[in-house]
């Protein structure tokens, strides 16, 4: 079986092309086989298949798509169910993409060898598989994430291919394609330059220099800018008519080297950071001394303050990385986590300079292993600090772990990162009642905590002491610096409008512990929701099962998923038991009302009642 996605997403047998009914069933092969063998999540599946209005039954529809996909398969590829996802594994040359980047690399490979026949037969063999649009038939989700990237890759073969063809002597018939080419895409460089040397080759030099100048005229009027030093150097050539300089011989790439930049790439540690002595501690003695071990993680609950000690520790350590500090947020608690390949991307942009960027004009490699490999080069003998801040799991993180030894790694996440091999883990906990008090003070000032010592240890306590809600909380004693701190604890009494109270400007407790909720099964979201109608402080497994109406060792599976994730907590004393963090539990609570029936929430309360009366 062959999968076709540089046009129509098709599948094909030996002879003829195998039907696929509806553009989910194409999405869901298209995804699988972007991802060159890697697993692609339920939720990213989901994204890709309903983008935000998924419905209820997704998760059996993804399981039919799989079903489906194998039956059309049959022997020549597996599609696997490996959790938290799926896989397909088929032979590389069975999809075109992965031969268009061989053909492609071979191409280049040729190119920089100045074996420019060899050269333009691959980049144009490469270039033979593309039948019209990348991925038509598919959903617009899976369209407007991965298309421009396969079209940006197309152009710079594209330019490759030219670039061997000038090279060749070709310029006469290259005039029309790269006219065409410049009309399309005006604000491109490469192409320009390609259309000038080939205008001049031709006689043409008054039109090579107006080429030039329509080029000037579209930056000066979209972006305000100059032509590159190299276009303007390629301009002077044509008007001094140095024909060494234009010969058939020399290079149209636009490719110049660039020293490596030492970036500093931090964002600020928090000005009124308090406590943590312990964890900062720990942190320093991972990444300030050469013999610890280099990668560490900072996991939690959302709110709780892993990037507030992250940044802290960057800031303290950055001494020992004189090659530069690099942040990049990689939005796990967001709809869309920023994809491996998108991470290293700003991790070269920061560590390459221009060369990075540059490769093939503009065109850093798409496939994340070649990324991967690409990154790891730019880092051997440099000490670079990397904060991976907010990663959705180790998948995400593997591929951004520098080879080099002598960089270090800070990975911010609200998943345990207990499958991240060879790392440090630090796991954060709410403030201690005396840490939440300090913060506290420091907001409403000295004269105000002395007077109501009782009041601020209220707010702190019904803060559930979590570093987030306390920072809300100073906020408001900041903004009403004469209101008796003891009004504040009163209105965080009423569970009704706590969360309410607990946003403030930007500070906003609900939405942060709201992202924890955006699980990629429907099935966990609703378990965390009815769990929250249980009243005691904890909860056991058996009781758990009786209000989900699930099998113990479903609801084992559930509850070990929700506390992996941070959303629920594992009793120290009783680990047979779990519990909520009391603002997660106001926050699920307010789910179950609005997304659950009464009659459902009725239920689920009655069947433990009942039980416990049996």
Request: glycine share 8%; aromatic share 4%.
């Amino acid at each position: 079986m062959r999968v076709r996605v540089l046009g129509p997403v098709e599948l094909w047998n030996d002879v003829d092309r195998v039907e696929l009914r509806g553009s989910k069933l194409r999405t869901f092969l298209a995804s699988l086989a972007l991802a060159h063998g890697r697993v692609v999540s339920d939720r990213t599946l989901v994204e890709m298949l309903w983008e935000d209005a998924p419905p209820a039954t997704a998760q059996a529809q993804i399981q039919t798509y799989a079903s489906r996909l194998r039956g059309l398969l049959g022997d020549d590829a597996v599609v696997d169910r490996h959790r938290p996802g799926y896989r397909l594994r088929i032979e590389r040359d069975d999809l075109d993409l992965t031969g268009f980047e061989r053909l492609a690399a071979g191409g280049r490979a040729a190119l920089a060898e100045h074996r420019v026949d060899a050269a333009a037969r691959a980049l144009s063999d490469a270039l033979a598989l593309w039948r019209g649009e990348a991925l038509a038939g598919v959903t617009e989700a899976l369209a407007d994430l991965e298309r421009p990237r396969l079209e940006e890759a197309r152009l710079a073969v594209l330019e490759d291919r030219i670039e061997a063809d000038l090279a060749l002597g070709r310029h006469a018939g290259l005039v029309p394609e790269l006219t065409a080419l410049v009309t399309a895409h005006p604000m491109r460089e490469r192409p320009r330059a390609q259309l000038m040397v080939a205008l001049y080759r031709c006689g043409r030099h008054a039109d090579a220099l107006a080429a030039f100048h329509e080029h000037r005229r579209v930056l000066a009027e979209e972006l305000g800018i100059d032509p590159s030093a190299e276009l303007q150097e390629l301009h002077q050539a044509i008007l001094a008519d140095r024909r060494a300089f234009l010969a058939p011989e020399a290079s149209v790439s636009l490719r110049t080297p660039a020293p490596a930049p030492v970036p500093a790439r931090l964002p600020p540690p928090p000005a009124d950071f308090t406590g943590r002595e312990t964890a900062l501690v720990l942190a320093r003695a991972y990444l300030g001394e050469a013999a610890a071990p280099r990668v560490c993680a900072i996991t939690g609950m959302g709110g709780v303050g892993k990037t507030a000690l992250a940044l802290r520790v960057a800031h303290e350590v950055g001494d020992a990385y004189p090659d530069g500090r690099i942040h990049v947020d990689l939005r796990g608690g967001t709809r869309r986590p920023l994809l491996p390949g998108e991470a290293l991307a700003h991790l070269l942009n920061a560590l390459g300079g221009q060369d990075a960027e540059q490769d093939g004009e503009g065109d850093l490699p798409r496939d994340t292993e070649a990324l991967t490999r690409l990154y790891r080069d730019r880092l051997a003998g440099r000490r670079v600090l990397i904060v991976l801040d907010d990663a959705s799991g180790e998948r995400q993180v593997r591929p951004l772990l520098p080879g080099a030894s002598g960089c270090g790694v800070l990975v911010t996440g609200r998943t345990r990162l207990a499958a991240l091999e060879g790392a440090a883990r630090i796991p954060l906990e709410p403030f201690e009642p005396a840490e939440a008090a300090a913060l506290l003070a420091r907001h409403a000032g000295p004269c105000r905590a002395a007077a109501e010592p009782g009041a601020l240890a209220l707010i702190a306590e019904r803060c559930g002491f979590l570093p987030l809600a306390v920072r809300a909380c100073g906020a408001r004693l900041v903004g009403h610096p004469h209101r008796p701190l003891s009004r504040l604890a009163d209105r965080l009494a009423d569970p009704h409008r706590i969360l309410d109270e607990l946003c403030v400007a930007d500070l906003d407790v609900r939405a942060v512990l709201a992202l924890g909720h955006r699980l990629p099964r429907g099935d966990l979201r609703r378990s965390l929701r009815l769990l929250s109608l249980l009243s005691a402080p904890s909860f056991s497994l058996w009781t758990a099962s009786v209000l989900l109406d699930r099998p113990l060792a479903e609801t084992q599976e559930h509850v070990d998923e929700l506390v992996e994730a941070h959303l629920l907590e594992a009793v120290p004393e009783r680990p047979d038991r779990s519990r909520f963090h009391p603002l997660m539990r106001a926050v699920a609570r307010e789910r179950v009302l609005a997304e659950e029936t009464s009659q459902l929430r009725a239920a689920a309360i009655q069947r433990v009642n009942a039980a416990l009366t049996a």
